[in-house]
């Protein structure tokens, strides 16, 4: 895991290289402003001389500006190395989701998502910043330090190495082994929590309707509860580890003074060092501290690693030929013998489904709710690929295709057509990035709505607000009729378009819609059956099978299911009612 996130780094190399080389300076500089300004004092307690002092006097000075400079710089350094590295990761994560889309993921909650895309990776900047960076400069202090010391004495050199050894890698590996669970678990809850939270909020007027309150904040206080305990041992095993380190430094400090001074009184080691040889031990734990935090964030940061790659690594269910084919001109749409499950062990949603879109075609798919009508369109669209039998885009099999190009070729229309909080330029924009403003202006007047964007005080930069809230439920579905205008593609998928409109909406969406059909293939599914006079070919299908074909007129006469469904339809409108 560590090995697979230090991969990572390899485009950050150099930059990488050159933090851990001020990291080290900034700690030799402080080693040596420490022992030399202890060294001075003591060497001038002896009045020597003014000139026997030079050298070390311009070194203190030169230690004292180069540890700050040294510092910045690192910071400076690191910091651009992690940030860099996070907007990488994050960008390579949301780009494994995409093709996840939507079948690698319907075992995960979007608060979820969001909390690994986003607190999950921010946590490996622990790893970064706080890991691997600080163990390379510790080591490097550790092998100064100790060959340092090792010119005054072997045996200060071996206490040294000791008690660095103590604190670099016995804190660390206890902090590790009392807060790893707890990592593992902080990230968990904080990922529930994200989840609940988000539910929360995309379901608040439902909560307020059903007066759910106070179930609904008893959920978030139980997992918000769960997380602050977890986090208050994790507190308690970072303040034992600081605390340790504390102690090992100042024992350090005097086991070398208890071993030193015999060697002070027996002429191997001069007076004026002793005092130069605790500081250095003292500044030398200014690199070893830090390991004991770095050892107590791993667990948490291993479980964000794991828990990003978890998704990350799931294989996905439709995937690109390699090479794919060349897209024909041919624009025709057929289902051969079309069968699917969404997973395995599932009852399977369509059987045997077969039918055919010529170019410039309209077939209506009808049926109840559950025959598995917006599968089709998920099949069409390739986000799923069929158990059995084919589905074929002038004449060659979706599968050979390359999903991008397939789906420039195909606009959908859903009743849950998803708008983004942002302007209608933006909304706009995202089927045709390249689209000017007259073509904007074009479709918004075909869909009907170009009167109201243009009373608007911003016009086009007028804001939809949050999935379109600020517009009705046919203003909504009118923009994303506009939408698949500016895309221009031959195809049109029209999923359930009208399911969440009034009869009067309804009818002024689909005199927007009729004009926006002229010249396309249209591949109307509904389970509301206004307009299916002006379709070629209706199919009936009920628990995934085609139960009856035919004109609206051929299926009126047969008194079949459409029948009794239009007949039902009927009656609700004449008597004041809805289908919905």
């Given at each position: ?355 055919e879109l010529p170019p410039g075609g309209r077939v209506a798919i009808v049926g109840p709710s559950g025959a598995g009508k917006s599968t089709v369109a998920h099949l069409a669209l390739r986000l799923w690929d069929p158990e059995a039998g084919e589905v ?189």
């Amino acid at each position: 895991m560590m090995l697979r996130l230090a991969g990572f780094l390899r485009p950050f190399g150099r930059r990488a290289a050159l933090a851990v080389a001020l990291g080290v300076a900034t700690i030799a500089s402080n080693v040596g402003l420490l022992a030399l300004a202890a060294f001075l004092i003591a060497a001038a307690a002896l009045k020597p001389e003014l000139a026997a002092l030079s050298v070390p006097i311009y070194l203190v000075r030169l230690f004292g500006v180069s540890r700050g400079f040294a510092r910045y710089a690192e910071r400076l350094v690191s910091h651009d190395v992690t940030f860099r590295l996070l907007s990488g990761l994050r960008t390579w994560f949301y780009s494994r989701l995409e093709p996840l889309v939507p079948a690698g993921l319907q075992g995960h909650r979007s608060g979820d998502l969001l909390d690994r895309l986003v607190k999950d990776v921010d946590e490996l900047q622990n790893v970064y910043l706080r890991v691997f960076s600080p163990m390379l400069v510790a080591a490097a202090t550790t092998l100064g330090t100790v060959a340092l010391l090792w010119t005054f004495s072997p045996t200060l050199a071996l206490a040294a190495l000791a008690f660095l050894l103590a604190a670099g890698v016995g804190v660390p590996v206890l902090a590790n082994a009392l807060s790893s669970r707890l990592g593992r678990e902080e990230v968990r809850l904080r990922g529930e929590l994200e989840a609940v939270i988000v539910d929360g909020v995309q379901g608040v007027q439902d909560i307020l309707a059903f007066g759910a309150e106070d179930e609904q904040g008893r959920r978030l206080a139980a997992v918000n509860g769960a997380l602050s305990r977890v986090q208050r041992r994790m507190a308690f095993v970072g303040g034992l580890q600081g605390a340790l380190g504390e102690l090992l430094s100042n024992l350090a400090v005097l086991v070398l003074l208890v071993l030193a001074i015999p060697l002070v009184t027996s002429g191997a080691v001069r007076g004026v060092y002793l005092a130069f040889l605790a500081l250095v031990i003292l500044g030398a734990f200014e690199a070893i501290n830090p390991l004991g935090e770095a050892f107590w964030l791993l667990g948490r940061s291993r479980e964000a690693a794991e828990r990003i790659f978890e998704v990350a690594d799931e294989e996905p269910r439709v995937v690109d030929p390699a090479p794919p084919s060349p897209m024909p001109e041919d624009t025709s749409l057929e289902f051969r013998g079309v069968s699917f499950r969404y997973a395995q062990g599932e009852p399977q949603v369509l059987h045997d489904l077969s039918f055919e879109l010529p170019p410039g075609g309209r077939v209506a798919i009808v049926g109840p709710s559950g025959a598995g009508k917006s599968t089709v369109a998920h099949l069409a669209l390739r986000l799923w690929d069929p158990e059995a039998g084919e589905v074929r885009f002038g004449g060659q099999d979706v599968r050979e295709l390359a999903q991008e190009d397939l789906r420039s070729r195909i606009s959908l229309i859903s009743q849950d057509t998803h708008l983004f909080n942002g302007t209608f330029r933006r909304n706009l924009l995202l089927a045709a990035p390249e689209a000017t403003d007259e073509e904007i202006w074009q479709a918004l007047a075909v869909a009907r709505l170009d009167g109201l964007v243009r009373r608007l005080p911003d016009g086009l930069d007028s804001w939809v607000g949050e999935q379109g809230l600020r517009l009705s439920g046919g203003e909504r579905q009118r923009l994303a009729v506009a939408r698949a205008l500016i895309r221009d593609a031959p195809v049109l998928v029209l999923d359930e378009p009208t399911a969440n409109l009034d009869t009067v909406t309804e009818a002024e969406f689909l005199e927007a819609l009729r004009e926006a059909m002229e010249g396309r293939s249209v591949l109307m599914i509904t389970h509301r059956l206004v307009g299916m006079e002006r379709m070629d070919e209706i199919l009936v299908l009920d628990s995934g099978r085609i139960v009856e074909r035919g004109t609206h007129a051929e299926l009126l006469r047969s008194g079949g299911l459409y029948g009794r469904m239009y007949a039902l339809q009927s009656t609700m409108l004449s008597t004041g009612g809805g289908i919905r």
